[in-house]
């Protein structure tokens, strides 16, 4: 499938400002602080190399807008990296209490938390709105049907925790990616009060699945409406575009079978790559005969499927199934709270089950994944948009707090170590630390480049 020159324009913007949002946030934390705590901030940059954009402030701090907007730093006054001129002692970092310099340090990654707090606020603030998670069918012999599962039931909590919408149970799904051992459910009938309890026993393979689908990987499958193929829209420069496909066409038969259903259209067309298609669409109450050969994609696992670059009318839910949910100011700000404390406990317990091997690491992202999902939720909505900023946020937050010299929670640990034993770590452990710090992210990013990669 083709891209044109707006959708790439469109996407390096979004990209560019998410990234500089994100990232400026965690350097302003550490500014702030910094300044606070009486140290001289030399330059506030926000990317590395050449500057594009440069100004100073009344305390002489240059703030820089550098050409390569993949990260940020503050540079401050220290004599390991720099003279210091006599008389400004006072100013340097590494001349401040061990408090100043841990509060400093830490105030990057808490400033990309407060910012995931403010943006979920933001999204919470503004309601919620999901689709009751009702089945619409059961896959023999899987997770679901061992615990006694049924198509038309809903699901109203998984593991104790309720789950009024699909949404929610994705992310109770979330918890146990990875795990084995037994998952209880509670559900319920159609009109009925009364609630079911049952459990199925988890599948050590799923969790080394490298995208994961958790609801259908329980053998589930979501109750659709009916949605007839009627298209919405036809993408530029796609198949469906040269074959002459227009926005409202009704797909009435491929290849001389009937196509009732979106979902017939789909699963023909992705079992065809590279293959002609024959197909008759009504247009304006006329039939019209067009044949289209799908672009050959090949997901994250290596299988080619076809894809000619459509999409449908939205279907209309049965208004039973529409869940409404309204906040006030405050409970909108506990929730953004809970929500911000919720991703980075799972963001934690990934990396666990990464190095544990319970989870490929192919589900490692990088930059190029980064700039697709920014692009794609901007155009989806400003809540999606910033319920993304949200999410990058607390990753890029967390990810900051490990353990990891070169990464602000290396420089905690060594602070941490001089707190408690009264004397720094010795300057060539320092130094070592980095260098193997700095080899693993290297090594981390270069993973994420590759999988990013694949993905295309």
């Known amino acids: 499938m083709q891209v044109s020159r707006l959708d790439i324009l469109h996407t390096i913007v979004f990209t560019i ?3 500089a949002l994100v990232i400026g946030v965690h350097e302003f934390g550490h500014f702030w602080v910094a300044r606070r705590c009486g140290v001289q901030v030399q330059r506030f940059s926000i990317g590395f190399g050449k500057p594009l954009l440069l100004w100073r402030d009344k305390q002489n701090t240059e703030f820089v807008v550098a050409a390569v907007p993949l990260g940020g730093y503050v540079k401050m006054l ?12 006072h100013l340097a970092f590494n001349r401040k209490p061990v408090w100043s310099r841990i509060a400093v340090t830490a105030a990057g990654p808490l400033a ?3 910012l995931a707090v403010l943006a979920y606020w933001f999204v919470f603030l503004f309601g919620e709105t999901g689709v009751a998670p009702v089945l619409g069918s059961v896959e023999q012999g899987s997770v679901a049907e061992s615990a006694g599962l049924e198509a038309g039931q809903e699901i109203v909590a998984i593991d104790g925790h309720p789950t009024p919408t699909w949404r929610a149970v994705n992310f109770r799904l979330l918890d146990r990616i990875g795990d084995t051992g037994s998952m209880d459910f509670s559900v319920r009938y159609p009109g009925s009060d009364l609630v079911y309890q049952s459990s199925g026993n988890l599948a050590y393979r799923q969790s080394m699945d490298t995208q994961p689908d958790l609801i259908r990987g329980l053998g589930i499958e979501p109750f659709q409406p009916e949605t007839p193929p009627l298209l919405d829209t036809v993408v530029a420069g796609s198949p469906a575009h040269r074959a002459g496909l227009q926005p409202a066409d009704l797909i009435l038969s491929v290849d001389g079978l009937e196509v009732g259903q979106w979902r017939q259209w789909v699963e023909y067309v992705r079992a065809r790559p590279g293959q002609s298609i024959n197909m008759v669409v009504q247009r304006n109450g006329a039939q019209q005969a067009l044949s289209v050969t799908p672009d050959r994609q090949v997901d994250p696992n290596g299988t080619a499927y076809g894809q000619v670059g459509v999409t449908v009318q939205p279907p209309q839910w049965p208004e039973n199934m529409l869940r409404e949910f309204h906040y006030g100011p405050w409970q909108a700000l506990v929730l953004s709270g809970q929500r911000t404390w919720y991703l980075t406990s799972f963001t934690l317990e990934s990396i666990g089950k990464m190095l544990r091997g319970q989870i490929s690491s192919r589900n490692l992202s990088g ?10 939720t901007a155009q989806s909505g400003l809540k999606s948009y910033i319920a993304f900023v949200a999410l990058l946020s607390v990753s890029l937050g967390v990810l900051n707090l490990l353990p990891i010299p070169v990464l602000d929670g290396g420089h905690l ?12 770590v010795p300057m060539n452990i320092q130094i070592l ?9 290297v090594g981390v990013m270069l993973l994420a480049l590759y999988n990013d990669f694949t993905r295309l």
Not at 367 to 376: C, G, H, L, Q, R
Not at 413 to 420: G, N, P, Q, R
């Open 17 to 19: 400002l998410t990234l």
């Open 78 to 89: 220290d004599e390991r990296v720099g003279e210091v001129t006599p008389g400004q002692e």
């Open 433 to 441: 630390g980095y260098q193997v710090g700095l080899a693993i992210i």
């Open 413 to 424: 640990m060594y602070y941490t170590f001089e707190l408690l034993f009264r004397r720094p």
């Open 112 to 114: 990309n938390l407060l």
């Open 367 to 376: 930059p190029v994944t980064i700039a697709k999902v920014a692009s794609d």
